[in-house]
């Protein structure tokens, strides 16, 4: 148990270290890497893909965060090659509109059910559980 | 009571069967691309199979896609490894063939493989007719958004990406995009 909770600490810390060293420019290419879906994988970003499309697709990202592009302007470059698709969160418009609306109907209707419910069993005359 | 308890399942259910049923009729395979209608990106690529015939090309040769400018372009990103790609290459070399003297021209860029590898495939493929070129750091297949192989597109004459085709492709697709796009004059 001590030897697990020894190594958890070194990695942890040998974490901190490579996340202290990372320079900025890796922190951004990682954080729109991170949004940007890989074509050829299954709901994984570039910037956790293995493929060798995702990681020259992080090359350029870094290369165009580099030449001085901000991340919106990255992002849009896969969009116009890719579509929306290959952003990991889809823009909140048009029929993408109900990947967002629906969890909060859903719920709203849950909630109106439960109101419901609760008001039928507590109403006067309502049976005794 | 009841018919009051019908209209509010109806107003929850009817929605829930309108969007499944929407999505009954689409290919949830079919990912559209926001290419066709824009500008072909260019590339400037080195061939590393000549093709045969008047379309040959020196081993030495680069080609940049912009010089093919005034024809029209079927360009098959292919590699060795994909099955689909041993299943349309006859297709593509015979209409390659075929429009010989037109003004279309094909070319193959190998996606996600090596030139060695690419050249021995088209050896076991018994040749290609047109030329293939290598694409090592995967910038053209990135810039054509691709997802995998094969995947063809048709380019106008003027350069403009008309159709994106995904998976194998037919020498009848091959012929119907070719003349379609032979059929418009550049303006």
Redesign the interface.
């Known amino acids: 148990m001590t030897l697990v909770r020894g190594f958890a600490l070194v990695l942890a810390l040998v974490s901190l270290q490579v996340a202290a060293q990372e320079s900025p420019l890796e922190r951004r290419t990682r954080d729109v890497a991170s949004q940007l879906r890989c074509?050829?994988c299954q709901g994984v970003s570039i910037q956790d893909s293995p493929s060798?499309?995702a990681v020259?697709?992080k090359?350029?990202v870094r290369e165009q965060l580099a030449a001085g592009r901000t991340p919106e302007e990255v992002k849009g470059y896969f969009?116009?090659?890719?579509?929306d698709?290959v952003l990991l969160e889809p823009p909140a418009t048009g029929f993408n509109l109900?990947v967002y609306l629906l969890p909060v109907f859903a719920v709203l209707?849950g909630l109106l059910i439960v109101w419901l419910a609760v008001k039928r069993w507590t109403a006067p005359g309502a049976d005794a559980i | 009571m009841n018919l009051r308890r019908a209209a509010a399942a109806s107003a929850i259910a009817l929605p829930i069967i309108a969007i499944l049923g929407f999505g009954l009729t689409r290919d949830p395979g079919e990912i559209r691309s926001p290419l066709p209608g824009r500008m072909a990106p260019d590339f400037e690529l080195p061939v590393f199979a000549i093709g045969e015939g008047p379309l040959a090309l020196g081993t030495q040769d680069t080609i940049r896609l912009s010089e093919l400018r005034g024809n029209v372009v079927v360009l098959n990103f292919w590699a060795s490894w994909c099955l689909e790609c041993r299943f349309e290459h006859a297709a593509l070399s015979n209409v390659a063939e075929e429009y010989e003297g037109r003004d279309v021209r094909f070319l193959g860029v190998l996606y996600n493989d090596s030139p060695d590898l690419g050249t021995r495939w088209i050896r076991d493929m018994g040749g290609q007719r047109y030329p293939s070129v290598n694409d090592p750091r995967k910038r053209a297949a990135i810039d054509y958004g691709l997802y995998g192989a094969p995947e063809t597109f048709f380019v106008s004459k003027e350069g403009i990406i008309a159709y994106k085709h995904v998976g194998r492709v037919t020498e009848g697709v091959l012929r119907q995009k070719i003349d379609s796009l032979l059929a418009v004059t550049p303006q």
């Open positions: 074509p050829v060798e499309l020259e697709m090359n350029v969009v116009e090659k890719y579509g698709w109900l209707g």
